[in-house]
């Protein structure tokens, strides 16, 4: 028994070393060559990692390395030390890194410590890096500019790695080979991309100063990158010189067309695509071009050459890269629409000449409705000038008896006026002039009466049927001693209050009331009240309503003055239609007469010692006990309430100087008592330019014979006008005693070199004008600047031409 026992006991012995030997030889002797293939990989390579994954990872021997063992660490470590390494390695590293991790998941030596936690991350992150290389081809080519590639792949971290050298092919023949053809492709293409893209030569800047030092460059590519950032840097700091010459010039010469084809269109180095709508399109070459054509009326009117100089600079520019083909196409147009300009003025004299008559003046008037015939062909003979030499020049029933060949010629100038109203060939101050003289016709067309056949009478003012009345004061109406206003249409014009006339019809026995306020109410004081024909039209009253309901008696006409009645008088039945106007000047110059035209025909004209505090506005009309009648009422602006105040502030404003002052100082036109103080009593009136130029003597550059001198003959054309007060009249004379003072202190006193005359003495005078010359006593050369003056003394006017 115990023989068969140890014969079992040694074939058991004999098999289980038998197995052992057969299937887990590792555990007793692989240790140690596992351990001499990990110690002999030293080098992070694709050959190394093969064997890492065939020889190690990826063998059956794995299933008895002990967790947690020396050998298992170091199994681990290795693995670690190939993940390492990937982002110095290829893409065929990567790979091979991919499967080794992926054999490497679920390796029972890797149970401890979390390692299979970390494998289980390298493969994710590994996995994540194959598939962004994989599709890496497909995104290079999705980056088409400098800055795209920059933002897309050059900044970002995770194509900064050495196998995206030359990824996915070395040559730099397709720009989307790699990222370095792409940056290659950028470089030698610049100059073209520049052309469309002014900002290219920068995003290419600065894509090569981000690409420069990256891994997925090699050394020699990186080395061409490097000359690159100089040669664009230094084409960016000339494009930028040149970007910058070119707004200035923009910038300072958008308004002349001559320095502009000279500095910027004429440049070749300008005729670039890229310069298309620079620096944006309303500040571009293009838009300066279209500013100054369509400002080309009003730039003609200070310069007769602007036509010609802005022609010539379209045509040079029409072909220029710096346009759009569009752009070019449009200033051909440009160009052309000012040669018909040019023709236009050019055949403008030759037609103006020949309008003699009305009809051939309305003719020509829709061809030349353009401002550059303001004032043309001068300041004294235009359209405006001929219009009102032939309304001057107006059929009357004393030029033209016949009734019908008057309306006739009345209706034909009525029709030049209304053709000519609000037209461009108008300086803005003579619009308004236009639109009454054509309100003055079209009132003297509606009055001219064409008698029926066998009338015997072709008087204008018909008979009672003739007119029908817009107004009727009836007393049984409105009541005795009453006024009615209109306030919608019996108004002075806008801007007109104080200073304004009114035109009418009316026929009467007696007591014919005119009333002008500041309110439309016959109630409210402080009106003025006109009455023609009172006293049973014997005598015409001018009065004021200090308050409602009192009156004060200003003025009686005592003389027997026929003007001042109403035509007919007692005992006529009052069937006769007249004439009247009304004017208030300053509102407190009252004035009326008969007759159409404002200012003719004076009857009566009284200045009221204490004037309204308001300017009057409105017109009332009525009567004391009789019936009156009116028509054809008009309210008509003081020509030298509006239009001459307006024209003085714009003249006085550009007077800065003594010669400046002088010519409105002379001005006849300006010599008004309503310009004093205007138009701002402390800062901006004659006088207070008069006060500034004098304060302004003791300026060294004006410390000159030259200045004093003309500083007082200014004081001396001023002294006694209308324009200054009373004072201020006192203070001038002040001046010019104390200017022709300090004249002989400080310069006639000093030797002074001897006068040098820069002209022939031109003969004596023979004229009625006195000829007064002044000229420096310095070594300056004096200046000569022709003037007119005039001094009132009491009421003899004289002139006076100051050289």
Not at 603 to 628: C, E, H, M, Q
Not at 654 to 681: F, H, M
């Amino acid at each position: 028994m115990l023989k068969k026992i140890a014969l079992f006991f040694k074939l058991f012995l004999f098999f289980f070393l038998t197995f052992l030997n057969q299937h887990y030889s590792f555990a007793i002797f692989g240790s140690s060559n596992i351990q001499n293939t990990l110690n002999s990989m030293t080098v992070a390579n694709a050959s190394n990692l093969s064997t890492f994954n065939n020889n190690v990872i990826n063998s059956s021997s794995m299933m008895l390395v002990t967790p947690g063992s020396g050998i298992a660490n170091s199994i681990y470590d290795k693995m670690q030390f190939f993940y390492d390494a990937r982002i110095t390695q290829n893409a065929n590293y990567q790979k091979i890194l991919l499967q080794t991790l992926s054999n490497a998941q679920g390796r029972a030596c890797f149970v401890f410590s979390g390692q299979v936690a970390t494998i289980s991350m390298w493969f994710n992150t590994v996995a994540s890096e194959s598939m962004l290389y994989n599709n890496f081809p497909k995104f290079l080519a999705t980056c088409t500019t400098p800055s795209q590639l920059l933002t897309n792949i050059v900044q970002s971290t995770s194509y900064n790695t050495t196998y995206y050298q030359d990824y996915p092919y070395a040559s730099t023949s397709v720009a989307t080979n790699s990222i370095f053809a792409m940056i290659t492709s950028f470089f030698n293409n610049r100059t073209a991309n520049l052309q469309t893209n002014i900002n290219f030569l920068q995003d290419l800047l600065n894509l090569l100063n981000a690409a420069n030092g990256k891994k997925f460059l090699t050394n020699v590519e990186n080395t061409s990158v490097i000359s690159w950032i100089t040669t664009v840097s230094n084409e960016q700091s000339t494009l930028y010189a040149l970007l910058t010459n070119f707004n200035n010039y923009l910038t300072t010469y958008k308004n002349n067309p001559v320095e502009l084809n000279a500095y910027i269109i004429s440049n070749t180095n300008y005729s670039q695509p890229y310069l298309q709508d620079y620096p944006d399109p309303k500040n571009s070459i293009y838009a300066i071009l279209n500013y100054l054509f369509t400002s080309r009326e009003t730039m003609y009117l200070s310069d007769k050459n602007f036509l010609t100089n802005l022609q010539s600079a379209l045509i040079n520019a029409k072909t220029k890269s710096f346009l759009t083909a569009a752009q070019q196409t449009d200033v051909t147009n440009l160009a052309a629409t000012v040669a018909q300009d040019i023709t236009l003025i050019n055949g403008f004299n030759s037609a103006f000449s020949g309008a003699t008559t009305v009809a051939q003046l309305k003719t020509i008037i829709p061809t030349y409705n353009r401002s550059y015939f303001q004032n043309a062909p001068s300041t004294t003979s235009n359209i405006y000038t001929k219009i009102q030499t032939f309304f001057n020049q107006r059929s009357t029933a004393a030029t033209q008896p016949d009734p019908t060949k008057r309306k006739a010629d009345l209706i034909a100038l009525q029709s030049l006026l209304a053709a000519a109203q609000n037209k461009f060939f108008l300086p803005s101050t003579k619009i308004t002039d236009i639109n009454l003289l054509h309100t003055t016709v079209t009132n003297e067309v509606s009055n001219i009466v064409i008698p029926s056949a066998g009338s015997e009478s072709s008087s204008i003012s018909g008979s009672a049927e003739s007119i029908t009345p817009t107004f009727i004061f009836d007393p049984s109406k409105y009541g005795n001693d009453s006024i009615v206003y209109n306030a919608a249409a019996w108004m002075a014009p806008n801007g007109s209050e104080g200073n304004f006339a009114v035109k009418f019809k009316a026929r009467g026995q007696k007591d014919l009331y005119v009333q002008l306020s500041p309110n439309p109410s016959a109630t409210v004081g402080n009106v003025y009240n006109l009455n023609i024909g009172g006293n049973n039209n014997s005598l015409t009253w001018v009065r004021n309503f200090t308050t409602a309901g009192a009156t004060t008696l200003i003025i009686g006409n005592q003389v027997l003055n026929s003007s001042a009645l109403i035509t007919g008088g007692l005992p006529g039945d009052g069937s006769t239609w007249d004439d009247y106007w009304v004017k208030i000047e300053n509102n407190k110059t009252l004035s009326f007469g008969k007759g159409q035209t404002v200012g003719t025909n004076e009857a009566v004209r009284w200045t009221f010692a204490k004037p309204l505090d308001a300017n009057v506005r409105y017109v009332g009309f009525g009567g004391y006990s009789n019936i009156i009648q009116f028509c054809n009422i008009q309210t008509i602006a003081n020509d030298q309430s509006i239009a001459i105040k307006s024209k003085f502030a714009t003249d006085l404003g550009a007077a800065t100087t003594i010669d400046g002052l002088l010519v409105i100082i002379n001005n006849l036109e300006y010599n008004k008592t309503y310009l004093q103080n205007y138009p701002n009593e402390t800062s901006n009136s004659i006088f207070t330019k008069i006060q500034g130029l004098v304060n302004s003597r003791t300026d060294p550059l004006n410390k000159n014979v030259t200045y004093y001198t003309n500083l007082k003959n200014l004081l001396i054309s001023a002294k006694d006008k209308n324009f200054v007060s009373t004072s201020q009249n006192t203070v001038i004379i002040a001046l010019i005693a104390t200017i022709d003072s300090e004249l002989n202190s400080i310069f006639i006193t000093k030797p002074q070199p001897p006068i040098q005359p820069i002209v022939q003495p031109s003969p004596p005078s023979t004229d009625k004008f006195s000829r007064i010359q002044t000229q420096d006593r310095g070594p300056t050369r004096r200046r000569q600047v022709p003037t007119q003056r005039n001094r009132i003394v009491g009421r003899q006017r004289s002139t006076i031409n100051v050289y």
